[in-house]
């Protein structure tokens, strides 16, 4: 089937007029659609979700509906634009349903464009990064008041980090590629953080802080702006919505964008983890959530920063010696130069530590 067919299955009105595929996802398979509806150009994004991280696309859909029905309601009691504050997912024309399914049985979905909007791979401008910031922070205040229970694991034990360096530690076991040789350096290194990116999980296990509805995936451009005010819009890519901590979606926002350069650059040399972003993230959105937070929460926010760095380390490097099979990747090795880059920011973070415990007491 083709995009357009896969279009034409979704109660989306217009003619359409052509795709383009959009890269930076590491997991599902996006397109950017151009429809023309009386005259004016209407744009959509069509994905393909990836059905071996995602067993269930019903459940993650199911999800993703609730979640913004939720917000949308927050939304209009504020008197906002749902067009661009909050995502929204088609219905197919056959089955009602948020999702088609093709011949071969893959599922697709598709979104609303928000118009005029834009996200940031990377971001210079600190204005930007702090109302990314306060965008992450209100999506969790918009979902206070949702049963964080009441939500479906997609995925079990996403941000269990001690579970993810299980799972490192079978596959360095397994060795199945013969891979483990090559990059001995960084498994050591990932296993002498091991007990202080735990400690977070530690908290969690022990019943000590509150699992709230959080993103689980705060990249900075999973978060649309306005292409000519600046202005956050809305919060994008829910597809791991589920029950965890702040300091989850704390730590896995500062990480992507207060690293001095792309995640997944190969040069380690250039990776350090940019205090004036950690600065200007950390005052959006703290500011949202001050007096929302427990004593825990507050005190864990850093610890968060250092355990989402090393847990994706953990989890590029187990891929790598697994096979490259979860993560999308782009050459031979492109698992590796990911997981070191995450390894030399991870080594920032400590270094930095002071500074940034400095900087969050100022907001906190
Ligand atoms: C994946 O593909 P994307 O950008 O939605 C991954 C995240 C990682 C991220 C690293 C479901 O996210 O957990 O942090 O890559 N998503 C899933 O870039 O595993
Ligand atoms: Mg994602």
Redesign the pocket.
């Known amino acids: 089937m083709t995009i357009k067919d896969i279009c034409a299955s979704f109660r989306i009105d217009g003619r359409y007029v052509g795709c383009e595929e959009l890269s ?5 398979c996006t397109y950017q659609v151009k429809f023309i509806r009386d005259g004016e150009e209407k744009n959509y994004i069509v994905q393909k979700i990836n059905k071996t ?1 995602f067993k269930e696309p019903e459940m993650v859909m199911d999800n993703i509906v609730r979640v913004t029905h939720h917000i949308r309601s927050n939304i209009i009691k504020k008197g906002l634009s749902t067009q661009k504050f909050v995502l929204r997912a088609f219905l197919a024309k056959d089955t009602d349903e948020p999702f088609f399914i093709d011949d071969a049985g893959d599922y697709w979905r598709c979104y609303r464009f928000i118009a005029n909007s834009i996200t940031y791979d990377s971001c210079e401008d600190l204005g930007i990064i702090e109302r990314a910031g306060s965008a992450f922070g209100k999506f969790q205040k918009y979902l206070d008041g949702f049963d964080a229970n009441s939500l479906n694991i997609t ?1 079990p034990d996403f941000h269990n980090t001690a579970k993810r360096y299980s799972a490192l530690h079978a596959a360095v076991q397994d060795d199945k590629y013969k891979r483990v040789k090559s990059v001995k350096e960084e498994i050591d290194k990932l296993y002498a953080f091991e007990l202080e990116a735990c400690k977070l999980q530690k908290y969690l296990d022990e019943g000590s802080m509150p699992l709230r509805v959080t993103h ?2 705060t ?1 900075c451009n999973n978060v649309s702006f306005d292409k000519t005010t600046g202005e956050a819009l809305a919060v994008l ?1 829910l ?2 919505v589920m029950p965890g901590a702040v300091a989850h979606d704390f730590g ?1 926002a500062i990480r992507f964008i207060a690293n001095t350069t792309l ?1 997944d650059d190969p040069n380690v040399e250039d990776v350090s983890l940019d205090i004036d972003k950690y600065q200007a993230f950390t005052k959006g959105f703290i500011t949202e959530l001050k007096g929302t937070l427990t004593e825990l929460e507050k005190q864990t926010m850093n610890l968060g920063v250092f355990a989402m760095t090393v847990e ?1 380390a953990v989890r590029f490097l187990t891929d790598y010696i697994s096979g490259d099979k ?2 999308k990747t782009k050459y031979p090795g492109h698992n590796v130069d990911r997981a070191r880059n995450q390894i030399a920011l991870a080594e920032d973070i400590i270094k930095k530590r002071g500074q940034m415990d400095a900087i969050l007491e100022k907001y906190i």
């Open positions: 930076t996802g590491n997991i599902n991280v995925i689980n995936d990249k890519d597809d791991t896995d995640e994706l979860y993560f």
